[in-house]
């Protein structure tokens, strides 16, 4: 389990666009909370965090940590 925290989401609209960028890696399990501005991901299998930051970079939003 990993705890990502993402910075410049808004609204239900910019959780669902990181919830999707993350839950379309195989082995993720995201769920993305506006309020606490973060993701808490499962991995099924082993992906690596670059992979993850990616994802959510590419979708427009910043990466402040993940842990």
Not at 22 to 36: F, H, K, P, Q, Y
Request: with cysteine; charged share 25%; hydrophobic share 40%.
């Amino acid at each position: 389990k990993k705890t990502m925290m993402i910075e410049g989401m808004m609204c239900s609209h910019c959780t669902g666009r990181v919830s999707k960028a993350l839950n379309d890696i195989d082995g993720v399990t995201a769920v993305v909370s506006l309020e606490d501005k973060n993701a808490k991901i499962t991995l099924s299998k082993d992906v690596s965090d670059d992979v993850l930051i990616k994802a959510v970079t590419d979708a427009g939003y910043e990466v402040t940590s993940l842990v």
